[in-house]
């Protein structure tokens, strides 16, 4: 089976999303939107109109068996295409945008598709149209549990004092840094607030591992990720109630979910104070990498299937057509 796979930006989970379908024998080629897109800053509508172009140029040069658009604003070129079928994947900031036009156009693409992809519950709520629920994966090979010590020592960090990490970027906005630094400040333990961003993936686990809470103040959130990963890691979390964050850490102990900033301080310093890990690891059983990837692979097989039985019935209709004309020529 061969897939085109349709990105705005590649990011760690739709990687190894795709490492799991070539595991089991779908040969991906993966085409991004050009241009350079970071933080806040979205590509240009310039950047848009070379892709279609290039998508073009792809599907004349090689045979694929379906377009597969990872995020709204992909899919409207994957339809556009002259390659059928079509499987969209709705992220989250598609269907669940601040723009309306953003959350109209991923609407709509998801139901002209021969199968859509949601990865939550909350962002199933808010499509009507026939979809599947398949929920991100997580690499738990990569994201586990690691001594504190072992950890820090890996990612340079010389202190005994407990630390908040903030895993974001704090020049983004709807991160809310500076809400993750009045909440820390307010607390009654000794705790310090560390940022990471820019880092290799990979290490992202030994920055966990290092921390003693994971800290979300965003305002919005597809997701996010890095919930997932921390419970994976068996860090305890205090969020904002944003995303798939409470479904995620629902029946996780030592974790907090409120939008309210009493409950929040008071989040980190239960956690700070017990010196506690969470048991998340249980919680996401059942969504690692390899889950996902033998669902995608049915979606695919289905969608196939449904379009081989769609065109024989057609070549029949047809046939039984031409038989009709013929008798009455008798």
């Not at 349709?6 to 990687?15: A, E, N």
């Not at 906005?173 to 990979?202: F, I, M, N, Q």
Request: aromatic share 6%; glycine share 6%.
């Amino acid at each position: 089976m061969r897939v085109l796979q349709l990105v705005t930006s590649p990011r760690p989970f739709f990687d190894q999303q795709v490492a799991a379908l070539e595991d089991r024998g779908v040969d991906c080629t993966v085409v991004a939107v050009p241009g350079d897109h970071g933080g806040d800053s979205p590509r240009s509508p310039t950047d848009y109109l070379r892709y279609y172009p290039t998508l073009l140029s792809e599907i004349r040069s090689d045979e694929y068996d379906l377009v597969h658009a990872n995020y709204g604003l992909v899919a409207p070129f994957a339809l556009a295409l002259p390659t059928r079928p079509v499987v969209t994947t709705l992220w989250g900031t598609d269907l669940m945008s601040d723009r309306g036009w953003l959350r109209s156009m991923s609407r709509l693409c998801a139901r002209r598709s021969d199968a859509a992809i949601v990865p939550s519950p909350a962002m199933s709520r808010e499509l009507e149209s026939g979809h599947e629920l398949i929920p991100f994966g997580v690499d738990t090979d990569l994201f586990r549990p690691i001594p504190r010590e072992e950890a820090r020592e890996r990612v340079g960090w010389e202190t005994d004092r407990p630390v908040a990490l903030f895993p974001y970027d704090r020049t983004r906005a709807v991160k809310d840094y500076p809400r993750a630094r009045r909440l820390v400040e307010r607390t009654d333990v000794d705790l310090e607030l560390r940022s990471v961003s820019g880092v290799d993936h990979d290490e992202i686990p030994y920055y966990m591992n290092a921390s003693d809470v994971l800290l979300v103040t965003s305002s919005r959130e597809s997701g996010p990720m890095v919930v997932k990963e921390a419970a994976a890691c068996n860090l305890p979390v205090v969020s904002t109630d944003v995303g798939f964050v409470r479904e995620t850490l629902e029946g996780v102990e030592g974790c907090v979910v409120s939008d309210e900033d009493a409950d929040l301080v008071d989040g980190l310093d239960r956690i700070v104070a017990s010196g506690r890990r969470a048991n998340g690891r249980e919680a996401i059983d059942g969504l690692g990498v390899d889950a996902l990837g033998d669902r995608l692979l049915a979606v695919y097989r289905n969608v196939l299937a449904r379009r081989a039985g769609s065109e024989r019935n057609h070549d029949r209709d047809r046939d039984t057509d031409r038989r009709t004309e013929v008798n009455r020529g008798l």
